[in-house]
């Protein structure tokens, strides 16, 4: 089957840089996405990242690919309180799977002031 | 665009009685999904469309469950009867078929079966 593992929970202060992990399933997944889910709202996708790439930066947001381990990563520099939610790593499932894709479980990101 | 539209965002009800969840998916989008999200279970895949014809319904957990979408600007996710281990956030979800394949989620309706 297709399991897409995450912590679930990460707390950092305010100010420091949080890294939230994931490892995938799928070595034939075109492209990896972080989606983040405000309380009462439903998913947004906040980056992604293309498989023949191995780091990608958007401002505060990184991401990195480690394509041998499945292992993606998503680090937001300078965390603010208003980075508190849920992030979910999502694949898409490979070929013939059109536009499916495969959710993580969530990691609940707490900043403190 | 509106975006993803869902009605009702919340409904409570008692169990045994029909639910019926509605979504409005974004113009011109090819695809759409129904999510179930829970605590216990997290984010679940119920039933996706491809141009109005459902492709997949492994994720509808029993026959209580049905979707239809009788066009492309209309969906909904029926329950009957409910029961309370039913009570979740119901997603609906739409994506282009291209690209990027980004998929656009609604806010959702919160189900409470009493």
């Known amino acids: 089957g297709e399991d897409v593992e995450q912590s679930l929970f990460l707390s950092v202060r305010e100010g420091d840089s949080s890294v939230i992990n994931c490892t995938y399933t799928?070595?034939?997944?075109?492209?990896l996405y972080w989606y983040k889910q405000e309380p009462g709202a439903g998913l947004q996708l906040l980056t992604y990242?293309?498989?023949?790439?191995d780091m990608k930066q958007d401002q505060r947001l990184t991401v990195l690919l480690n394509k041998k381990d499945k292992h993606l990563s998503l680090r937001i520099a300078d965390t603010q309180t208003g980075d508190s939610a849920i992030y979910f790593c999502?694949?898409?499932?490979?070929?013939?799977?059109?536009?499916?894709?495969?959710f993580g479980t969530g990691t609940q990101l707490k900043v403190e002031l | 665009d509106a975006g993803v539209i869902q009605s009702p965002r919340h409904e409570v009800t008692e169990m045994g009685q029909e639910v019926t969840l509605r979504c409005k998916p974004i113009?011109?989008?090819?695809?759409l999904f129904w999510y179930r999200q829970t605590m216990m279970r997290g984010l679940e895949l119920l039933i996706y469309f491809n141009n109005n014809v459902p492709i997949d319904d492994s994720g509808m957990p029993e026959d209580r469950f049905s979707a239809k979408m009788p066009n492309a600007s209309f969906s909904t996710l029926k329950i009957q009867p409910s029961e309370p281990r039913d009570s979740a956030v119901y997603f609906c979800a739409s994506s282009f078929d291209r690209g990027l394949n980004e998929q656009y989620f609604g806010p959702g309706t919160r189900l409470t079966v009493t």
């Open positions: 999502a694949e898409s499932i490979g070929a013939g799977g059109g536009n499916k894709l495969t």
């Open positions: 990242i293309f498989s023949n790439m």
């Open positions: 799928d070595s034939s997944s075109t492209y």
């Open positions: 113009s011109g989008h090819d695809y």
